[in-house]
């Protein structure tokens, strides 16, 4: 172990992101399909804030969770979809020390948000279909904003918790990171010091992340089944269950390719990256279409939207 030096990270000038371990051939296609993915993530997010900014009868705690959830997508898979890109058309594949650190911090502060963001729409679908006559009252403009603040909040005091912890290590020499952005369980396979401590202060922290929301959506939707079984009319049951199956979908996607990453042994880099890639990239671009074509406000207000840009000459201005 001599030879093996060590150096602390504030010696650390970049470090390499490996990427996927694929032929140089494939780097092309590989491009273009995250070009692709990004793409729609852009155009689905950016399209799902406009309609529900736009459209006075989306003005409900539905939506604003909603556009809140589509901005977070946006956000946090701009963190990650450039550098990646652009990593596919150069050698050195490097990334700034600082670089790293603002990729950890933002991606883990809005993944946290929107594990968070996720249960309050969860309790929100609660009262709609379990307390509909107290909806109004319950979920009120105020109870709505304190409850996407404290989502933005829990994110921002994880992410410096979780960002702090990984940069107080000490990296070998190696510097190559296997894999296609900064995280902090490939950063510490780089790491000389004991990572026990770090490790058990990670899982308690994902522990506390992950437990309290998945409560919250499991209770919530055990209550809204109980009550949806209750309602007599099969019509009922199928608008109730309706306004319910996209955040279900949402949710499901989004947790289930976090359960997968975190339970892949470190000796598997490559389906870790699969499942990261999911939630980085893949989640985000679902979930505005997943609300769009199963959400018949939306669709409504993306029609009335379109078709008053038509009838305005909004598209062929020179005419007018």
């Known amino acids: 172990m001599g030879d093996r030096k060590t150096s602390n990270h504030s010696d ?5 992101l490996v990427g996927f371990r694929v032929s140089p051939e494939l780097h092309i296609l590989l491009f273009l399909l995250f070009l692709l993915v990004y793409a729609l993530i852009l155009l689905g997010n950016l399209g799902m804030m406009a309609i529900i900014m736009t459209d006075p009868r989306l003005n409900t705690p539905m939506y604003f969770f909603l556009g809140n959830l ?12 450039p550098k990646a890109m652009s990593n596919f058309w150069t050698e050195s594949k490097s990334i700034s020390f600082a670089g790293c650190v603002a990729q ?11 594990g968070f963001l996720l249960a309050a729409m969860a309790y929100d679908r609660f009262i709609a279909i379990c ?23 829990c994110g921002c005091i994880s992410s410096v918790l979780q960002t702090s912890m990984t940069f107080t290590l000490s990296f070998c020499a190696s510097r190559a990171i296997d894999h296609f952005y900064c995280d902090s369980r490939p950063l510490q396979r780089l790491s000389c010091s004991d990572i026990f401590i770090h490790k058990i202060v990670s899982f308690s922290l994902s522990g506390i992340i992950i437990l309290p929301t998945i409560t919250v959506i499991i209770v919530s939707y055990m209550y809204i089944v109980s009550t949806v079984l209750k309602i007599r009319s099969v019509e009922g049951r199928k608008k109730a269950f309706s306004t319910c199956s996209s955040h279900l979908g949402v949710v499901s996607v989004l947790y289930g390719a976090v359960f997968f990453m975190y339970l892949t042994p470190d000796r598997f880099p490559e389906l870790s990256k699969l499942a990261s890639l999911c939630y980085s990239l893949v989640t985000p671009m679902l979930n505005p279409l997943i609300y769009s074509l199963r959400n018949k406000d939306v669709r409504d207000a993306l029609s009335k939207l379109l078709e008053k840009k038509k009838c305005s000459g909004s598209f062929f201005p020179f005419y007018k």
């Open 131 to 153: 307390n509909p006559l107290l909806y109004s009252v319950h979920m009120s403009t105020r109870l709505c904003t304190q409850l996407v603040a404290g989502s933005y909040f």
């Open 70 to 81: 589509s901005f977070i997508d946006l956000f946090y898979s701009s963190v990650i979809a």
């Open 12 to 16: 650390m000038t970049d470090f390499i």
């Open 104 to 114: 950890i911090f933002l991606f883990a502060l809005f993944i946290v948000a929107e």
